[in-house]
């Protein structure tokens, strides 16, 4: 499965920005899936998980201003962010993983918030 994320970009603070990530196999045979971001000289972090059941777990940093989804008819999964701060700024990856534990990811999508 190769995943394509986009919708990255510059935007100024309280901006939202929507990111895509679509499978190249139906998303079904994907179970978890995942965001995660990379600001510079910093460790990736988790950012928000959406499972197989449509249940949500975001971090504390974007609870309330970021919304995870699927569209399974699509093969994509989103990342709604609204109220961008310029903490945010990070390249945004997306990741997925199969029913069997198998990893997958995407090749990363740029978000900078100008201040």
């Known amino acids: 499965v190769q995943l394509q994320a986009c919708g990255g970009g510059l935007v100024q603070a309280g901006g939202y920005l929507r990111l895509s990530c679509t499978a190249s196999?139906?998303?079904?045979?994907?179970?978890?899936m995942r965001w995660y971001r990379q600001a510079p000289e910093k460790q990736r972090e988790l950012v928000a998980v959406v499972t197989g059941g449509g249940s949500t777990t975001y971090a504390d940093s974007v609870k309330g201003r970021f919304t995870i989804s699927r569209e399974s008819a699509k093969n994509t999964m989103y990342l709604q962010m609204n109220s961008l701060r310029p903490e945010d700024t990070a390249v945004y990856y997306c990741?997925?993983?199969?029913?069997?534990?198998?990893?997958?990811w995407g090749q990363g999508t740029l978000v900078t918030v100008s201040s």
């Open positions: 990741n997925a993983e199969d029913w069997i534990k198998r990893q997958y």
């Open positions: 196999r139906s998303s079904l045979v994907l179970n978890t």
